[in-house]
């Protein structure tokens, strides 16, 4: 029998961002690409998502890019449209990446509901996938998973926490 291909050691960079919603933790690339967002007290969920998506991943103390802190910081004071200027590139199934390419046309300000998305891609019948996969959206914030609400209106799960999802939705002008 073959042997399975395995996935390399992958090597980023670690920061920290303070925000009004806790530090934010960047993980970038060689390149300065955004490649994780998470919060510091979700680190584990995030180095899971990375070992999910990398393999084995080794994560060293970094400083991100000063566009990065630069565009992130001006979001979380109000200018809103400086997320759609982060560079991100991120693993994922072929169905992932379609829903968190979706994720990034949401409008900050707006709501969807999982089945309005999934209907967006295509796949109507897909609302537990399109789910799925946001809850292993590796970018928090940039690919704003936390624009997805419930059929009913209601705020369902968020990996950073359902208060931190009322915040920037609050943040971004959505009575919730």
């Not at 994720?103 to 999934?118: D, E, R």
């Not at 059929?151 to 009575?175: F, M, P, T």
């Amino acid at each position: 029998m073959p042997a399975r291909p395995t996935k390399s050691l992958a090597s980023f960079g670690l920061d920290r961002l303070a925000t009004p919603i806790g530090i934010a933790l960047l993980v970038t690339d060689a390149a300065g690409t955004l490649r994780a967002l998470d919060w510091a007290d979700y680190e584990h969920r995030m180095r899971e998502l990375l070992r999910l998506h990398y393999g084995v991943v080794e994560l060293r103390d970094q400083p991100a890019p000063a566009a990065i802190r630069t565009a992130l910081s001006d979001y979380f004071d109000g200018d809103l449209g400086q997320l759609s200027g982060i560079a991100w590139r991120i693993a994922g199934t072929p169905f992932q990446q379609k829903v968190w390419n979706a994720l990034a046309q949401i409008p900050a300000g707006t709501t969807m509901s999982y089945g309005a998305l999934a209907a967006r891609i295509d796949m109507p019948k897909a609302i537990r996938a399109v789910g799925h996969a946001n809850g292993s959206n590796p970018i928090s914030v940039v690919l704003p998973c936390h624009r997805l609400i419930g059929a009913d209106g209601s705020l369902v799960k968020y990996g950073g926490g359902l208060e931190r999802k009322r915040w920037l939705l609050r943040h971004e002008g959505v009575a919730v």
